[in-house]
């Protein structure tokens, strides 16, 4: 752990409250053909808040060079969809399910493309891991500080199957979040401003089209 940043019982203390209970947050009902979860990694680095993120390759079928959370479709037989999440962040980056805990959920949320119906579970992590992306999936892995972030958001023209339209964003480093990553961004950013762990947005978010 960095010098001066918050364990994970800082952290967990600090959400207690402020996330939803992830066994009723995985009963929530959301449109979507196929369930599908995430695993929000969070990490302090120097007391300022960090989330993993991954750019997906550019070659698969769904989602292809996207950035997006750790995670995947239910497998069948999967009843618990905090394993779910877990399971795909260990094949994805090989985060170690033990490495975890699970603090809470944010609210599922659907993608409009593929179908899916996103639950996204908050994990709370240290700092220093050593990432093992899957060479499948996974082309590279990000630590993107919550505050580069947010002053990153905007609303942007993005283009997908050779359709350009305009949807909030979040852009950082040159790499540019959207779709159904940001929507969940945005109700992380909003639950740990109310947690104390970032402080309030001073209104200087960057806008682009």
Known sequence: MSSGSRSRAELAAALNGVLLDPEAAAALDVHGRTDAAVLVALFDRGRE????????????RRHAGE???????RDPGEDDLRQTALREALEEIGLPREAVLLAGAL??????????????????IEDGHRWHPSAFE???????????????????RVERRGIRFL?????VDGHIVWGATARILAELLERVVAAGLLAPDRGDARQAS
């Open 138 to 156: 996974v082309d590279e892995v990000f630590e993107f500080s919550l505050a580069v972030l947010r002053a990153g958001a905007g609303r942007r």
């Open 67 to 73: 950035i997006s959370f750790p995670g995947g479709r």
């Open 107 to 124: 609210q599922p949320t659907p993608t409009i493309a593929t179908d899916y119906a996103v639950y996204p579970f908050v994990g709370l």
């Open 167 to 171: 949807t909030d964003t979040y852009l």
């Open 49 to 60: 808040l960090h989330v993993v993120l991954t750019k997906r390759r550019d070659d698969l």
